[in-house]
């Protein structure tokens, strides 16, 4: 069935009991609330492209590399938990050898 026949037979109608008759939403726009709810979800990029069959991770990203959260500060917050953890680490009083 090609989108325009399923879209006025199957998902136009669907919307009044939905309550949204009347929108002018678009398919499409309910294929991005998903997958922007997959994202705010924490869902892995991988698993995004398969869920809109998508060629490639990069063609996802693309698209919607905006919603995933900058994670920047994460990565300094595990990297200096890292570099103190191995500054206290002590042995007798005296720090480990081979650790900095």
Not at 21 to 28: D, S
Not at 86 to 96: D, M, N, R, V, Y
Request: aromatic letters at 8%; glycine letters at 10%.
């Amino acid at each position: 069935m090609r989108l325009r026949n399923w879209s006025y037979q199957e998902f136009y109608p669907a919307l009044g009991p939905a309550g949204l008759e009347g929108t002018g939403l678009p398919p499409h726009t309910f294929r991005h609330t998903a997958a922007s709810l997959a994202i705010a979800a924490g869902v892995d990029i991988k698993v995004v492209q398969t869920m809109l069959g998508h060629k490639s991770a990069t063609v996802t990203l693309d698209i919607y590399g905006h919603l995933w959260p900058d994670r920047l500060d994460e990565v300094v917050d595990v990297m200096d938990a890292r570099r103190l953890e191995a500054l206290t680490a002590t042995k007798g009083g005296e720090k480990q050898k081979g650790r900095t």
